[in-house]
């Protein structure tokens, strides 16, 4: 069975410094795992993904993530917050065609 | 290329109606699926279609509808719409598998049943 738990709903940063939005999955075997970023009334679009290769993983604008196994984790992290990252995020987990959204975590940027 | 799109971007329904949200998308993708999304429960996987002709369930299928007749298009159909049904859904479509490529996401319907 896989799941995924991003452990905070909502992160606060002021802007200009680092983001650390964290998810923990659970998979019975190596799992692909995802970052989506919503925008406000807007559909998902791809962040990174890990797909069993390197386990620092760059994305778009930015952003990386580190797929540690020992700790099921695959947080995602920023250097420098930017006013137009507030966004919500999702970790996503999936194997073959099982796959399993986060419940999201809503970044806010404070000027 | 328009990518995903879907129609309508807002719908009220009363209870006890049918309707059909539309999904396109011009990428010539194999893989196309059908999500709800709900406050505080991320998106939650209705039904997906691994090619023309061929669909499955996801996690929440129950009061849904699918059909794929062509690589293009993926609707989703509710016979009978019940007030949990209000929802944001969201048709994504991916190359091959979902389970290990990009999808790429339509922008949304708002449902709301009354």
């Known amino acids: 069975a896989q799941s995924v738990t991003q452990l905070d709903s909502h992160v606060s940063v002021s802007e200009g410094t680092p983001v650390l939005l964290r998810c923990n999955y659970s998979?019975?075997?190596?799992?692909?795992l995802f970052w989506y970023v919503q925008h406000p009334n807007k559909g998902l679009q791809l962040l990174l993904k890990?797909?069993?290769?390197?386990?620092l993983v760059k994305g778009i604008n930015g952003f990386e993530a580190e797929f540690k196994k020992s700790e099921t984790s695959f947080h995602l992290t920023k250097p420098s917050a930017h006013m137009s990252d507030a966004a919500e995020y999702f970790c996503?987990?999936?194997?073959?065609?099982?796959?399993?959204f986060g419940k999201g975590t809503r970044l806010h940027i404070l000027p | 290329n328009a990518g995903v799109t879907q129609t309508p971007k807002f719908q009220v329904l009363k209870t006890g109606q049918s309707m059909t949200l539309q999904c396109a998308q011009d990428?010539?993708?194999?893989?196309m699926s059908w999500y709800r999304q709900d406050p505080g429960m991320g998106l939650r996987l209705i039904h997906y279609?691994?090619?023309?002709?061929?669909?499955d369930q996801g996690e929440v299928p129950n009061g849904y509808n699918v059909s794929r007749s062509t690589t293009e298009d993926f609707p989703l159909r509710l016979l009978s719409a019940a007030p949990s049904q209000t929802s944001v859904y969201f048709c994504?479509?991916?190359?091959?598998?979902?389970?290990?490529?990009?999808?790429?996401f339509g922008p949304g319907t708002r449902l709301t049943v009354l």
């Open positions: 998979s019975s075997y190596s799992p692909s």
């Open positions: 996503v987990v999936s194997r073959a065609d099982k796959i399993i």
């Open positions: 890990y797909t069993s290769a390197a386990t």
């Open positions: 990428m010539n993708h194999e893989y």
């Open positions: 279609s691994v090619g023309a002709g061929i669909t």
């Open positions: 994504a479509s991916s190359k091959t598998g979902m389970a290990t490529n990009e999808q790429f």
